[in-house]
T-cell receptor, first 108, second 113 residues
Framework: QKEVEQDPGPLSVPEGAIVSLNCTYS??????FMWYRQYSRKGPELLMY????GNKEDGRFTAQVDKSSKYISLFIRDSQPSDSATYLC????????FGAGTTVTVRA | NAGVTQTPKFQVLKTGQSMTLQCAQD?????MSWYRQDPGMGLRLIHY???????DQGEVPNGYNVSRSTTEDFPLRLLSAAPSQTSVYFC????????????FGDGTRLSIL
């Protein structure tokens, strides 16, 4: 069993829709939770970084962490074609562990 | 504002050949790492370094060597390339290991025939 499981997708949504991405994990030692965005033929870039359970907002993006359920989510409001990318969840104790990624396409 | 620079961007090798993937960062980061990315597998850690002169194995180290002679550079060597090493390789760095987010290069796409 992988330490981090991510819904594989792919997801295709119309422009303006809310995108919901999820990951579950098994390691209780994970303390820091991240979401990376990866455009085609590019390296992952950090999108959101959280430590505690709860919500964190940054513009159209909201990251949720529920440590009791070992579950994290990323929501993208008012999605745009420029949000089309692969989204990777990641979390760490002393090293970073990644989900497999979910590819999102926002249709204009 | 270069960040993490990887060279080459693309490479095709024959089975049994050796090569070195280069990685350099200009952020004075102590922690550097190499990942491989395969479809459906996500990013898997190959080797990492917590500072110059110190390296350690990650999740999938077999067939790869690393060294860290300077803070800036962290090359990855394929000793005898195998088709199973066909992948996209990413180098990353962070201020320190553990809780700091990592900055990634744009990857090297490697095909082994």
């Amino acid at each position: 069993q992988k330490e981090v499981e991510q819904d594989p997708g792919p997801l295709s949504v119309p422009e303006g829709a809310i995108v919901s991405l999820n990951c579950t994990y098994s390691n209780s030692a994970f303390q820091y939770f991240m979401w990376y965005r990866q455009y085609s033929r590019k390296g992952p870039e950090l999108l959101m970084y959280t430590y505690s359970s709860g919500n964190k907002e940054d513009g159209r993006f909201t990251a949720q962490v529920d440590k009791s359920s070992k579950y994290i989510s990323l929501f993208i409001r008012d999605s745009q074609p420029s949000d089309s990318a692969t989204y990777l969840c990641a979390m760490n104790d002393y090293k970073l562990s990644f989900g497999a990624g979910t590819t999102v396409t926002v249709r204009a | 504002n270069a960040g993490v620079t990887q060279t080459p961007k693309f490479q095709v090798l024959k089975t049994g050949q050796s090569m070195t993937l280069q990685c350099a960062q200009d952020m004075n980061h102590e922690y550097m790492s190499w990942y491989r990315q395969d479809p459906g597998m996500g990013l898997r850690l190959i080797h990492y370094s917590v500072g110059a002169g110190i390296t350690d194995q990650g999740e999938v180290p077999n067939g790869y060597n690393v060294s860290r002679s300077t803070t800036e550079d962290f090359p990855l060597r394929l000793l005898s390339a195998a088709p199973s090493q066909t992948s996209v390789y990413f180098c990353a760095s962070s201020a320190r290991e553990g809780n700091q987010p990592q900055h990634f290069g744009d990857g090297t796409r490697l095909s082994i025939l």
